[in-house]
């Protein structure tokens, strides 16, 4: 459970970070996107990976590119079911996906094993 929580903190820390930086992403406060993170996290683990076999055969054409376009499907789901968040358009989609990934890989980083054990 610990782990979960510490990656919904970085999760968290990318929305934040993609609603400041990329063009139609918004949040309209940090309880808005602590609730995301966690939502995100739930997405993740129950819908990402159903969707991923789905479109397993153009990920393997696309060489993987297609899970930026999964990312961003997962995040507009949640925008979509979380009233204070906002995701207007594909490319803000894609762009905030990929900020999120990247301060979640960072904080994997970070946390190393302690954030797999619980």
Request: charged letters at 0%.
């Given at each position: 459970m610990t782990g979960f929580l510490l990656r919904a903190v970085f999760a968290g820390l990318g929305l934040w970070l993609a609603s400041r930086i990329v063009p139609g992403?918004?949040?309209?406060?940090?309880?808005?996107?602590?609730?995301?993170?966690?939502?995100?996290?739930?997405?993740?683990?129950?819908?990402?990976?159903?969707?991923?076999?789905?479109?397993?055969?153009?990920?393997?054409?696309?060489?993987?590119l297609f899970l930026l376009v999964v990312n961003a499907a997962m995040l507009g789901l949640v925008a979509m079911v979380l009233p204070g968040l906002a995701v207007h358009g594909f490319w803000a989609g894609i762009f905030g996906a990929i900020v999120i990934g990247i301060v979640s890989w960072f904080g994997h980083l970070l946390l190393g094993e302690a954030g797999e054990r619980d």
């Open positions: 992403v918004s949040a309209s406060g940090w309880q808005s996107v602590a609730i995301a993170a966690v939502l995100l996290g739930i997405v993740n683990a129950v819908v990402r990976p159903v969707v991923i076999v789905l479109t397993l055969p153009i990920t393997l054409v696309t060489l993987g």
